[in-house]
């Protein structure tokens, strides 16, 4: 055994390991968080840790430049400990706390829930493993290995198209025969043909896990699923990286048109390998025993993760490359799973409407209810669907990302340290934060509830601006006003936390953009939004929304309460349901080749609906009559 | 325009091509025929050209020596002609002229056509194209690239299940954009599912053909087909590369169990390559226009075509890696076709007995047939296969490569040169070659019809022992027996042309295990030759057999004559009408699943039957009434 010392920026950590082990894993025994992004494939950079001092040796040193390799830098997953070894963790390596928050939907998704109807749907993983022991070739029975293994396989699953790779058949004779015939096999569905992933030795069945990823034009998240429970393990969210070449998806499109698509292809890989490896290494779930990744998100998002063309998205007549992709090697896309493992798409509506929103209508069931529903799903776009199982129609606003925490002055994405929830009285103001700790910024539903607590407070009028004689907090900075919500010697970082001017006119900008969008497309259909037996309000804000200040924001119409529901991030419960179940998938299908989509563009009106949205809660106040009389106000 | 002048070792040739145009390009205007194995990419060595003047660009040089390079050799394809230029072309660059005979099967077989009964097969190529005109996207159709594909080719052809990798997802959108809608899409048939290949501009339905090949242990044939006109184009043929590995499959088994397999597999593979660079070149089609390769062979050969173990093959149980492999991607084996292009392998019936058998029965109309039928197919293994349409029982016998000219002191393949036909009357020989030029060896239609002749003229006797005193052309050298045939002042080498008294026992050897093969198997099942309508004699023997020799030798029953066919080539036939057919593939499969496969080795009595057929033509004369009349002779 050799002792290892970790020196971490506030803490040192002894542990023990055999010799021969490598410093990722005594990190991991450790239980010290490092960054993994090639999966210990010591082909990245990611895990790089500082030598002090004992006996090692050392491997390939990836993408260490010169300078770090002489100063004594290694990469802890290809660094074998042969003694004592004291070694620094360098802060940039660790996985910041915040970082490994757990999403809250992972922890409350555990079993596939619609918003307010379950429905429920077979069990039937998209790949799946059979535990088999074969007969012995005789002379009597001396079919091919391929054709017993098949034999055995049809003997237990119903597989009438069973497809299997040159690689596969090579070495199907040797792991038989090494395993005594007895051997675990790993299907894929690959639309109506079933594809034998994997042969392994003895009996894995026990150990089938699945990761399921929103990918938002801001924020990624990622969960990981045990495929044989249903349950879900735990979840990890970051922002998209691709956020560097643009806040929304025209702006990317328009920056692979001019540099090509490969960059941020590469970026959303790298974010989900990234979070994967967060999550195993966690839960301490091998690699190989993740079988496959289920991906849902907006058109473009899904574009950019198989790196098809984007470019005719953002142009009349919003054409995709493919709205319904096949299941694709991870191997092929450099998602690091299990080498045979699969990668399937949420099929996609439209150009506009994507996966998510696939994912978000079956998750709720609209397609399987009676009722008639308004799906409001709020990201960086806000895609709107109405509807129930006979017809469909969706249409896409673009939002922009106010509600996902950045762009404001102290916005954050919904993760520890976020003000995710506001109330003033009498001019006391009364906070919470994930994780319970001190702030470090706002999230959206953080900023949703200030805007709705100042307006009711009158520190801004309906127009969103922020009166200075209303309140000290309000002051001028940079020759723009803010209000300061927390001042910096209660905050995390040191810094007040405000909200500026700016910042709530980019919240009533998106607010409006979306409630003109769901008006219009209901209007177009002679409805009106009473008509409607539930309002289901998706999106990644971290927590529930409080929905009478959505309504004294405007955002969401002035209904009855109960009939409004906070569905949550349907996109990635859709992605996992998907995951879980094959028809779950194929009512994908069927959802993503029946809702119709709506151009808001071509209504002359929405621009003018747009504007009347913009103020506090609407131009018109007999839309909001409740909350009119709520406010008690002379307006 | 700029000249080049080629000198040839008999001849100069000269022509006028662009600058700019490879020596290759040259060297194919001006009818010179050029080894080509990596098919122009400059990655092997075997189109070298000796530079003795002019001005040319020098490109890569492929696997040439520095010592080649240094000498001026370049690698034909490799280099440009930028102005008049004089290149050697060394022997072993060019194709030799009898390499480059025609097989005859090849000019033969353009109708698919059984042996004596006409089977027919509906005409779907297993990769087919279409030419398409897509409707372009407009608002009120705006379908995904993908899905506007797929709906235009289900429109012209009915495919259930249509399968696209990713790389095709990521071209589809330019190539349309590119070409006005207007597009051809290859499809090739993957079992119940159909994969979409490629899409490619304009309209290249015209174009499109496909290899069928053979893999004998001894020889590889191939054959260009045209898939739309279902003509065959042109053949072409060479010994197996594997053969310095061992004469017999047993030797290779165990070559690739010591050594590994993979010195086989490319051995074929580069064999393949070969053969098509010659047929491509001599029949100017494109290597892209070419999309699919059908192979036919027993089945270790198609073991190593597909690198898959083959060790289990040799061993009891006699347990194949797989019977029946999917089509795999040109590319994945190293066969260079278009890079999208598939190769299919004919389903095997066994571990001994192979894909050429299940071609043989389908190419004979076995599988359909009222009659009772025989088939012997007579290679470096000889396959016999007994029944009828209701069921068909095979087994397998080692022959060795005697029969195929391979082994025998003057043998040499059926290509231009070879004897093939022998006649004696009153001491003089007649004979016939291929291509009527001067004799270079005998092949085996050649060496059958020798010793038939040696034993009517009584040169020999029924053990196969020359008799010096009979004959002045027969000689002791180096302590053997061996029978002039060909003066050397007669022969294209400049060498006698003779069969030694090993060459005789060889023969002996062989037909007596087919024989003795044929014999146990019909006797298990209470039959007996007569009760055969017909018997089928199928090889690659590269002439027909003269029937009544077969029987003298004792090869062949005693049956009357007209019961005996010679089908020649049936594994190439079928290979291609699998190529050509959907639903003779399909008649493969069922063949290769119903055929039941004897052992002969559990027969104890296979021993004595072997030996009591090494006789001429038998040790049991009243087995061989007819001939022993004809013969006429006191044994």
């Known amino acids: 055994m050799a002792r290892v010392t970790f020196y971490l920026d506030d803490k040192i950590v002894e542990t023990e390991v055999e010799q021969g082990a490598t410093l990722l894993e005594a990190a991991s025994i450790s239980g010290i968080y490092v960054n993994s992004n090639c999966g210990g494939e010591g082909i990245c950079g990611t895990c790089?840790?500082?030598?002090?001092?004992?006996?090692?040796?050392?491997?390939?040193?990836?993408?260490?430049?010169?300078?770090?390799?002489?100063?004594?830098?290694?990469?802890?997953?290809?660094?074998k400990v042969l003694g004592d070894v004291k070694v620094e963790v360098p802060l940039e390596t660790r996985i910041e706390e915040g970082q490994i928050l757990i999403d809250k939907d992972a922890k409350k998704l555990r079993t596939i829930r619609a918003g307010g109807e379950e429905v429920f749907f077979t069990r039937e993983p998209l790949v799946d493993k059979l535990y088999l022991e074969l007969p012995k070739p005789s002379l009597d029975d001396n079919l091919s290995d391929h054709q017993r293994l098949y034999r055995k396989i049809r003997s237990k699953k119903k597989v009438p198209i069973l497809q299997t790779g040159l690689t596969m058949l090579q070495e199907i004779p040797t792991i038989l025969r090494d395993n005594q015939w007895a051997i675990t096999a790993t299907l894929g569905m690959m639309g109506d043909t079933t594809e034998l992933l994997q042969v392994e030795g003895g009996d894995t069945s026990g150990r089938n896990y699945g990761i399921a990823v929103d990918i938002g034009t801001s924020t990624v998240v990622v969960h990981l699923v045990n495929l044989n429970s249903s349950k879900t393990v735990d979840g990890e969210a970051k922002y998209n990286s691709q956020m560097k070449y643009g806040e929304d998806v025209i702006r990317r499109i328009i920056h692979a048109d001019e540099e090509g698509p490969e960059e941020l292809h590469s970026l959303i890989i790298d974010d989900i390998n990234g979070l994967i490896s967060t999550l195993i290494f966690r839960n301490k779930v091998r690699r190989d025993d993740i079988t496959s990744v289920s991906c849902s998100g907006n058109t473009t998002m899904l574009h950019f993760l198989l790196n098809l063309p984007a470019s005719w998205i953002r142009k009349t007549p919003y054409v995709s490359a493919s709205a319904s992709p096949p299941p694709i090697k991870a191997t092929e896309l450099g998602i690091k799973i299990n080498k045979g493992g699969l990668v399937y798409v949420v099929p996609m509506i439209g150009g506009w409407v994507g996966g998510d929103i696939t994912a978000g209508i079956l998750a709720c069931g609209?397609?399987?209810?009676?009722?008639?529903?308004?799906?409001?799903?709020?990201?960086?776009?806000?895609?709107?669907?109405?509807?129930?199982?006979?017809?469909?129609?969706?249409?896409?606003?673009?939002?922009?990302?106010?509600?996902?925490?950045?762009?404001?002055?102290?916005?954050?994405?919904?993760?520890?340290?976020?003000?995710?929830?506001?109330?003033?009285?009498?001019?006391?103001?009364?906070?919470?934060?994930?994780?319970?700790?001190?702030?470090?910024?706002?999230?959206?539903?953080?900023?949703?509830?200030?805007?709705?607590?100042?307006?009711?407070?009158?520190?801004?009028?309906?127009?969103?601006?922020?009166?200075?004689?209303?309140?000290?907090?309000?002051?001028?900075?940079?020759?723009?006003?803010?209000?300061?919500?927390?001042?910096?010697?209660?905050?995390?970082?040191?810094?007040?936390?405000?909200?500026?001017?700016?910042?709530?006119?980019?919240?009533?900008?998106?607010?409006?953009?979306?409630?003109?969008?769901?008006?219009?497309?209901?209007?177009?259909?002679g409805l009106e939004f009473k008509d409607f037996e539930r309002i289901l309000i998706a999106g990644g804000f971290g927590s529930y929304l409080d929905r009478r200040k959505t309504q004294i924001l405007g955002l969401i119409p002035d209904i009855p309460l109960e009939r409004i529901q906070f569905v949550g991030n349907t996109s990635i419960i859709g992605a996992k349901m998907a995951l879980l179940s094959r028809e779950a998938l194929d009512a994908c299908h069927r959802i993503a080749e029946s809702v119709t989509y709506i151009d808001l563009i071509s209504y002359p009106n929405y621009y003018d609906e747009f504007m009347a949205a913009m103020f506090l809660p609407h131009t018109d106040l007999e839309r909001f009559p409740t909350i009119t009389q709520e406010l008690s106000r002379e307006v």
């Open 366 to 525: 609209m397609d399987k209810s009676e009722k008639l529903s308004l799906l409001i799903d709020i990201g960086t776009n806000g895609e709107i669907v109405i509807g129930n199982k006979d017809w469909m129609i969706s249409c896409s606003a673009s939002a922009g990302p106010a509600f996902e925490g950045t762009g404001a002055e102290s916005g954050m994405r919904a993760s520890r340290g976020a003000v995710e929830h506001v109330t003033m009285n009498d001019g006391r103001i009364d906070y919470s934060t994930i994780g319970d700790g001190k702030p470090k910024g706002i999230c959206g539903s953080g900023l949703i509830d200030l805007v709705a607590e100042l307006f009711k407070a009158e520190l801004i009028d309906r127009r969103g601006a922020l009166d200075p004689r209303k309140s000290d907090r309000i002051r001028e900075r940079d020759g723009q006003s803010e209000f300061v919500m927390v001042p910096g010697s209660k905050t995390e970082i040191g810094k007040d936390i405000v909200i500026t001017q700016p910042d709530i006119e980019n919240l009533l900008r998106a607010k409006a953009a979306i409630y003109a969008g769901a008006n219009i497309l209901i209007k177009s259909l």
């Open 48 to 79: 790089k840790f500082l030598i002090k001092d004992g006996q090692i040796e050392r491997g390939p040193a990836g993408l260490l430049t010169k300078e770090e390799v002489e100063e004594g830098y290694v990469l802890a997953c290809q660094t």
